[in-house]
């Protein structure tokens, strides 16, 4: 019997008759925190919780045995993988609102309590914007972009036909 401790989070009684070993790097797996072999495999930074771990174990030992890369290397693959496509998400996002918020300046915006009113000034900041509205009623009134939009609070008038 192999019986080790944790570089990572210190555990001392690491043993293989208890506990799993990686399949990749042949380590005994730290049922604490997930840590394999140090400086490789799945315990390599960013990645360093125990959930973090077995996730990225788990999208390694989905792969086909002959697709699977060199498993010193996986943490960096997903997670610029995962970073570029939450990168996009947030850009896609961003341009919905964009157009949303083009859509209100050109239509007006309709507020569930002020009724119909015109966009009259928008301050930017670097992730949300203050939209200054004016409404038919006469009330004026500051909304926040784009959460006024997307709880449904504030919504985009239809054009009104001519
Ligand atoms: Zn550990
Ligand atoms: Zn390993």
Redesign the pocket.
Known sequence: MRITHCWDCGRSDLNDAEHE???????I?CPTCG???QF????NTPVTSLYERQRY?KLWLELPADERPD?KNWVTIVYNRERKKKHEEELMALSRLDKILSDAQRCGVIHVAYGRGEIVSIERKSSFCTLHVSFENGKEADFLYPSSFTDGFLAVSTPRME
């Open positions: 070993t990686c399949p990749a790097c042949g380590w797996i840590a394999c072999t490789g495999c799945f315990s174990r498993a």
